[in-house]
């Protein structure tokens, strides 16, 4: 299969790698949004949130709080933004949740394009009352 990630878990394309175990790879993203930005990858290939199980999901976010601490004592981060794109949004169609570290005064920002946005009542309307079992 022809995955960037693919070949970067097998050592094949190299990535500043800080931390890697059975089941994931974290390695530096290598367009950052701010100084730490970094991707959490499992190392079998998930295309997204529908086929990935949920033991990795949870290992992911066990290891998120890790990271948290570490990025917190050696870049002095002020926060930290956790997101996984699906479908529309994504360009690399193996699973990975991006850990953006925030800085006072970083300016990170995401502009919606606000034109599309119905009530808010309106919404709820077509969401509530769903059948979760
Ligand atoms: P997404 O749009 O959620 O699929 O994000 C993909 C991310 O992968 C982007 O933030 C890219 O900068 C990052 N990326 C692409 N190629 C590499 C690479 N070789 N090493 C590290 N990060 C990469
Ligand atoms: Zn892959």
């Known amino acids: 299969m022809d995955c960037i990630f693919c070949k970067i878990i097998k050592g094949e394309i190299p990535s500043y790698t800080i931390y890697e175990d059975e089941f994931i790879k974290c390695f530096l993203d290598i367009n950052p949004s701010t100084n730490g930005d970094l991707l959490i990858v499992p190392k079998k290939h998930y295309e997204n949130i529908l086929d990935i199980e949920e033991n990795i999901v949870i290992h992911i976010h066990k290891v ?18 956790l997101v996984q794109n699906n479908f529309y949004g994504q360009e ?13 005064d970083d300016n ?17 309307e077509k969401l509530k009352e769903v059948n979760f079992t």
């Not at 998120?64 to 933004?81: C, M, P, Q, V």
């Not at 690399?92 to 006072?104: A, C, E, G, Q, S």
């Not at 990170?108 to 919404?123: M, R």
């Open 108 to 124: 990170l920002t995401q502009n919606f394009n606000k034109d599309l946005l119905d009530d808010i009542s309106k919404t709820y």
């Open 92 to 104: 690399i169609k193996h699973y990975h949740l991006h850990l953006t570290p925030r800085y006072k």
């Open 64 to 81: 998120s709080k890790k990271i948290y601490h570490i990025l917190k004592e050696r870049l002095n981060i002020d926060g930290l933004t």
